[in-house]
């Protein structure tokens, strides 16, 4: 604005130019593809997630945006839904790593962090004043599951609620979440979450978002190295 009472004013950039957006998305899109096979999630799926991601960053870009942190997919091949659901499978149609977890998923996983790093850096090459962090959450939370005492830990692959079973996992529908007409549906609750990895069997724990967080602020598993602490 300019004249008036006050004179003349220097135009100052928008707040929002200067904030960092966090960008996940892409979870659910593959639990809820993988009833239909790997080969949809690999060929369907992922290419329409990592579509709508670059879509939806040009967005942002378009209005404004210069920083993004862009968060990859954690180790749902270790999550107690994941684990209790393929016991419905025949011996050998699956195998465990050495942390217990799903081998076929992690490779799913993989992948899409593959096509998911990758789109970070086409980005930064194709708006050369965008910067966009990519934060490996996938190598964290590994780092944490086989360093459970460290942080505390003493339970990776149970839920904290749940209906029982070799997971706690057992029931329709995540802790609390049974289906409306299923109205006998009991599940327990652990005495101490934060020694969990996952609340519901999904979802996870607020002491291990508390440990995420601190990664992300110090710029641990984060590329290009940025670190958070002080903007905070």
């Given at each position: 604005e300019?004249?008036?009472?006050y004179?003349?004013?220097?135009?100052?950039?928008?707040?929002?130019?200067?904030?960092?957006?966090?960008?996940?998305?892409?979870?659910?899109?593959?639990?809820?593809?993988?009833?239909?096979g790997?080969?949809?999630?690999?060929?369907?799926?992922?290419?329409?997630?990592i579509?709508?991601?670059?879509?939806?960053?040009?967005?942002?870009?378009?209005?404004?945006?210069?920083?993004?942190?862009?968060?990859?997919?954690?180790?749902?091949?270790?999550?107690?839904?994941?684990?209790?659901?393929?016991?419905?499978?025949?011996?050998g149609?699956?195998?465990?790593?050495?942390?217990?977890?799903?081998?076929?998923?992690?490779?799913?996983?993989?992948?899409?962090?593959?096509?998911?790093?990758?789109?970070?850096?086409?980005?930064t090459?194709?708006?050369?004043?965008?910067?966009?962090?990519?934060?490996?959450?996938?190598?964290?939370?590994?780092?944490?599951?086989?360093?459970?005492?460290?942080?505390?830990?003493?339970?990776?692959?149970?839920?904290?609620?749940?209906?029982?079973?070799?997971?706690?996992?057992?029931?329709?529908?995540?802790c609390?979440?049974?289906?409306?007409?299923?109205?006998?549906?009991?599940?327990?609750?652990?005495?101490?979450?934060?020694?969990?990895f996952?609340?519901?069997?999904?979802?996870?724990?607020?002491?291990?978002?508390?440990?995420?967080?601190?990664?992300?602020?110090?710029g641990?598993?984060?590329?290009?190295m940025?670190?958070?602490?002080?903007?905070?």
């Amino acid at each position: 604005e300019q004249g008036g009472l006050y004179g003349s004013f220097v135009p100052v950039d928008p707040w929002y130019q200067n904030a960092l957006y966090m960008v996940e998305i892409g979870g659910d899109d593959i639990n809820f593809g993988l009833p239909l096979g790997g080969g949809y999630v690999i060929n369907v799926t992922i290419p329409a997630v990592i579509q709508g991601l670059a879509d939806g960053i040009h967005n942002l870009y378009t209005h404004g945006a210069r920083r993004v942190l862009l968060y990859n997919m954690p180790r749902a091949d270790c999550s107690p839904n994941y684990l209790q659901s393929f016991l419905q499978y025949p011996e050998g149609m699956f195998h465990y790593d050495k942390d217990g977890c799903i081998v076929e998923i992690a490779q799913i996983i993989s992948y899409f962090n593959a096509q998911l790093h990758a789109l970070a850096t086409d980005l930064t090459a194709k708006y050369p004043d965008l910067t966009v962090y990519y934060f490996d959450w996938f190598a964290a939370n590994t780092y944490v599951l086989e360093n459970m005492d460290e942080f505390g830990f003493t339970n990776s692959l149970q839920s904290c609620c749940g209906g029982g079973g070799k997971f706690n996992c057992n029931g329709d529908g995540l802790c609390g979440c049974a289906p409306l007409n299923q109205t006998d549906a009991v599940y327990t609750v652990c005495k101490d979450p934060s020694k969990y990895f996952t609340f519901d069997g999904i979802h996870y724990t607020e002491h291990f978002y508390n440990i995420m967080s601190d990664f992300i602020i110090a710029g641990d598993y984060i590329s290009p190295m940025v670190k958070l602490d002080q903007g905070c």
